[in-house]
C-alpha cells in the first residue's frame, strides 16, 4: 500500500511538465507537513499514466534507484473549490482526476535538472548506467535530452516521471521487440545512451536486485495501485509483461551488456 | 473542526531589480471571511548575508508599510488578489508579491506561522535529503569499493547492513 496523504494546500502549477503536476502542501496522517508533487488524471495524463508513475517509481525504489518518493494524494472537495478562485486550470484538474490522486514527495532544495553527467564522476556515471538499464527494461522513453525526467545534487542522481513507461502493447511484436529477444535494440534518444556505449560497463549489481524480485514482490508493486483509479486492464497488462520479463531477466541483461560493447 | 479556505502571497525582496536576484522576506495570507495575516521573520540576516548593502531596518519598515496597506485595501476591497495588486503594484520597487497560492485552515494564524516557516524560516535550516528513497551513502559505498563483493540484498536495510560491514572491512 501507498502511503496516504492529504491535500492541504496548493502552491502553484510546476513549470515544464506536459502534465502539470501541482506543488502542494500535504499532511501525513501522523501531522507531519510535506511538499508534495501533485499529479491528476487528465486529457495529458490519463488514469494508465498513473498506474505507470506509481509501478515505475516502486519498482525503481524496489531497485535501489533513487527516486521520488511516492503517495496518494486526497483531494478535498473544499480545497478544490478554494483553489478554483486563485488557479481555475488547477483546480480543474484535481476536480476531474481520478482519486485519490499521485503525488511524488519533493526531493528537497539544491537539486538541478540532470542534462548531462560528469563522466569523470564513477558514482554518477554508475547511476546513470543503472538509469539507462532500469529504463530499457520498462520501456520508458521519456527520458532524454529535451526532458531529462532526471534531478541530481552531489553523488546522487533522481528518477521523476514514470507516466510514459510500461507501454506494453506492442512489446513483442516486430514493431517493437521485447528487451529479452535477439531483435531488440536500446533506445538511442535516452538521456545516458552516451555514457552506456562503448565502455565497460557493470550491471552487477541491479541484475542482481532484479533477479532476486519474487512474485509476490511485483504483486505487491501492483496492488499498490488503486482500485478505484479503474485501470484493472493497464494493471493486467503491466503484471503480464513484468512476469515475462522476470522469466527472462538474464537474457534482458545479456542485451543490455550486448548493445552497450 | 471545520476549515476556512485561504489565499497566500510570499514577499520577495528583490535587491537589484537589473539582476532580479531575491530572496522571501515575509507572507500574507487572508481567509475567504475576510480575516488577515502577515508574517515578516524576527531575523533578516540572511537578505543581510547574500547581500552586504541591504538595509534590512528599510526592507522591514518597508514591509510594515505594504502590510498595513494591505489590511486597509482588504477592508474596502474585500477581495485579497484585488487589494495585493494595489498595496503592493508591480514595479521597479524592491518588494514583489508571487502568485498567489491556496489552502484550508481552521486557524489562519497557525497557517500564517506554518507558511513563514515553509518559505522562509525553513531555508535557513539544513535541509536533509530524507524524500530520496534510499540511503545512497551505502550504495555510494559498495560502487566505489570495487574490492568488495556485493552481497545478495534484497532490501534496504540489508544494504545498510552491508555498508556496515564494508566499513568494518
Not at chain 1, 534507484?65 to 480543474?92: D, F, K, N, Y
Not at chain 1, 539507462?132 to 520501456?139: E, G, S
Not at chain 1, 508493486?221 to 493486467?236: F, K, N, Q, R, Y
Amino acid at each position: 500500500m501507498l502511503e496516504i496523504v492529504d491535500g492541504e494546500r496548493y502552491d502553484s502549477d510546476a513549470e515544464g511538465g506536459a502534465t502539470v503536476p501541482a506543488k502542494m502542501g500535504c499532511v501525513r496522517a501522523d501531522g507531519q507537513r510535506i511538499d508534495v508533487f501533485v499529479k491528476c488524471s487528465w486529457a495529458q495524463c490519463p488514469p494508465g499514466g498513473l498506474v505507470r508513475e506509481v509501478v515505475g517509481c516502486l519498482l525503481a525504489q524496489r531497485l535501489s534507484l533513487s527516486v521520488g518518493r511516492p503517495v496518494l494524494v486526497r483531494l478535498p472537495e473544499e480545497l478544490t473549490s478554494v483553489v478554483r478562485q486563485i488557479a481555475a486550470g488547477a483546480s480543474a484538474r484535481m476536480q476531474g482526476s481520478v482519486k485519490p490522486a499521485f503525488g511524488s514527495i519533493a526531493l528537497g532544495p539544491g537539486y538541478l535538472r540532470c542534462d548531462a553527467i560528469d563522466p569523470t564522476n564513477a558514482v554518477l556515471r554508475q547511476s546513470a548506467l543503472e538509469v539507462w538499464a532500469f529504463d530499457q527494461l520498462i520501456l520508458n522513453v521519456d527520458r532524454n535530452a529535451r526532458k531529462p525526467n532526471c534531478m541530481t545534487k552531489g553523488n546522487v542522481l533522481a528518477v521523476i516521471d514514470h507516466e510514459k513507461a510500461l507501454n506494453v502493447h506492442m512489446v513483442g511484436t516486430f514493431i517493437q521487440p521485447a528487451p529479452w529477444q535477439d531483435e531488440w535494440l536500446s533506445d538511442p534518444a535516452h538521456l545516458f545512451h552516451g555514457v552506456a556505449m562503448g565502455g565497460s560497463i557493470s550491471l552487477e549489481r541491479l541484475h542482481g536486485q532484479w533477479a532476486s524480485l519474487q512474485p509476490a514482490d511485483v504483486e505487491q508493486i501492483l496492488s499498490a495501485v488503486p482500485e478505484s483509479w479503474g485501470t484493472g486492464e493497464v494493471v493486467e497488462g503491466i503484471r503480464a509483461y513484468l512476469e515475462t520479463l522476470q522469466q527472462n531477466i538474464d537474457a534482458a541483461f545479456r542485451n543490455l551488456l550486448r548493445v552497450a560493447a | 473542526m471545520s476549515r476556512n479556505g485561504y489565499a497566500y502571497s510570499i514577499i520577495r525582496y528583490v535587491h537589484d531589480p537589473i539582476s532580479g536576484e531575491c530572496l522571501n522576506v515575509g507572507v500574507v495570507l487572508s481567509s475567504q471571511n475576510g480575516a488577515f495575516e502577515a508574517r515578516v521573520p524576527s531575523s533578516l540576516v540572511r537578505v543581510k548575508n547574500a547581500f552586504p548593502d541591504a538595509s534590512v531596518n528599510t526592507i522591514r519598515h518597508s514591509f510594515e508599510s505594504f502590510e498595513s496597506r494591505l489590511e486597509t485595501l482588504l477592508k474596502t476591497t474585500g477581495d485579497f488578489a484585488e487589494a495585493l495588486s494595489l498595496a503592493l503594484p508591480p514595479d521597479e520597487g524592491s518588494l514583489k508579491a508571487s502568485d498567489l497560492g491556496a489552502g484550508l485552515t481552521s486557524d489562519l494564524s497557525a497557517a500564517a506561522d506554518e507558511l513563514l516557516d515553509r518559505f522562509i524560516l525553513r531555508c535557513e535550516r539544513d535541509f536533509e535529503d530524507a524524500q530520496v528513497t534510499e540511503n545512497k551513502e551505502y550504495r555510494v559505498a559498495w560502487q566505489l569499493g570495487s574490492a568488495v563483493t556485493m552481497p545478495d540484498c534484497s532490501n534496504d536495510e540489508m544494504y545498510q547492513q552491508a555498508y556496515v560491514q564494508l566499513l568494518r572491512a
